[in-house]
């Protein structure tokens, strides 16, 4: 029977077994503090061997010890686990049509009962079955592009994620929703604000931190106020789209060139960097929190330019930087390096004359800073004046990670280096401030 009790070994086993019971069985167990009755759920197979977990009635789970289980007795058989996608809401011809595009992530994944962890395993289509509530928002067209963790999401998926999209608006959709990973959700939205330009309609990433079947999941507010978001909102700009506090009462639109992830696991894991947010949603009423965005134009004509060259890379320094990494790069044939250096824009002297040997090989070198908050400016120490005679670049307040794909999008443009450096040095997409601001 242990083929049928998922999870479980030694001295629970051993009890399950006798007690002829299975997962999705009804069970009844009395402790030598209480009585419980709920469904027999999986355990995870690096779970100790010391406690059975059931679903209590009122939806929540219970682990209780083995050793304090006085009596354990099956009363009934209940339903095995499992997902059953509901049927897709009737669409109304009077709401507008979005678009969601699945790349996988959180958003997208379930529960594996084996490991514990989550695996990549629901649709956009089950997203929009399982929130009932989009129906009454918009009529959703879904579409999975991949099924993909975004740590494994790369330059090419960038690409087919843009021609995607245009596909979509070229179906006259009111907006696009793109369900993503949040690791590397800030890469994407970067990227696809710089392949995406003079956007007619609103693009919004959005994620969350807990997967779709935990009773904390974020999943459902998110994609709610995404999908408002992109029927109503009057900005035409790539944007990502995340919980604003630890609780359920309102998300927020990051600028897609301007974000970052800032913590691991809370579900407001993501912040605007050196800028405002642009908007904040809260039950269905969008507030706009800035003047300066691109307005939505639905006469507007999109510009595609979707190839990013992967031969370039973010270099942090640390104390202690082997300079010899720099020319490995080189050695490499690599077009560029966007250096993450410290405070203003700095790092050792040691890395000078490597620095200065990319530079004349045609590679091109930018600065960013490590700091999260602030800009670079390499005019208030001599190490900074002297990377910019060596041929660095100042990147101002842009994000190392955004600097990196800018990067890459530049050289996807052109392999000239002079060009190159003009394209890097252009506000094309808000990826510079006009002033730092502190908030």
């Known amino acids: ?9 030694g001295i629970a086993l051993k009890l399950l077994e006798a007690a002829k019971v299975e997962i999705g069985s ?9 009585t419980f009755e709920g469904i027999l759920i999986p355990r995870y197979e690096l779970a100790d061997d010391e406690h059975i977990v059931i679903k209590l009635r009122n939806g929540y789970n219970i682990g209780i010890k083995v050793t304090s289980i006085a009596k354990l007795e099956k009363i009934g058989e209940g339903p095995k686990p499992a997902f059953v996608s509901p049927p ?9 049509t979005v678009s969601i595009i699945s790349t996988g992530g959180t958003i997208a994944s379930r529960i594996d009962y084996r490991t514990g962890a989550v695996h990549s395993a629901l649709s956009a289509h089950d997203l929009y079955s399982v929130v009932p509530e989009l129906s009454e928002i918009a009529n959703v067209e879904t579409k999975i592009l991949f099924s993909l963790f975004s740590e494994n999401i790369r330059a090419i998926h960038w690409s087919k994620l843009a021609e ?38 609103p693009i919004i990433l959005v994620g969350s931190q807990r997967s779709s079947d935990r009773p904390s999941s974020d999943a459902a507010v998110n994609l709610t106020n ?14 990502v789209g995340m919980h604003d506090s630890v609780s359920d009462t309102s998300t927020v639109l990051h600028r897609g060139t301007k974000t970052r992830k800032c913590h691991t696991s809370r ?3 993501f912040k605007s960097i050196n800028v405002s947010p642009l908007a904040k949603i809260e039950e269905k009423n969008i507030s706009i929190l800035t003047e300066e965005y691109v307005k939505r134009d639905p006469k507007r004509k999109l510009v595609l330019n979707s190839k990013f060259e992967e031969k370039v890379a973010l270099v942090k320094f640390y104390a202690g930087f082997n300079p010899e990494i720099i020319d490995w ?10 250096l993450e250096g410290t405070g203003l824009g700095h790092v050792g002297n040691n890395l000078f004359s ?41 990147l101002e307040d842009m994000l190392p990670e955004t600097a990196l794909v800018k990067m890459m999008w530049v050289f996807g443009q052109t392999k000239n280096v002079h060009k190159a450096q003009r394209l890097l040095k252009t506000n094309i997409a808000n990826e510079f401030s006009k002033r730092t601001i502190y908030l």
């Open 354 to 394: 490597h620095i200065r040997d990319a530079v004349n090989h045609g590679l091109l070198v930018g600065m960013t800073s490590q700091c999260i908050w602030g800009r670079v400016n390499m005019n208030v120490y001599d190490t900074g004046i002297d990377l910019q005679e060596i041929g660095v670049i100042p």
């Open 26 to 34: 009804n069970v009844k167990i009395t402790s030598d503090r209480k």
């Open 267 to 269: 579900r407001d894991a």
């Open 88 to 96: 897709i809401p009737t669409d109304k011809p009077r709401l507008p």
């Open 329 to 338: 790069y080189v050695n490499e044939d690599y077009y560029g390096l966007v």
């Open 226 to 239: 995404a999908v408002t978001s992109a029927v109503s909102i009057p900005i035409a700009e790539v944007m």
């Open 1 to 9: 029977m242990a083929g049928n009790i998922i999870g479980y070994k």
């Open 164 to 201: 995607e999209i245009v596909t979509c608006i070229e179906d006259g959709v009111r907006g696009v929703v793109v369900c993503h990973g949040t690791d590397t959700m800030a890469y994407t939205s970067a990227a696809l604000s710089f392949a995406l330009q003079n956007l007619p309609i």
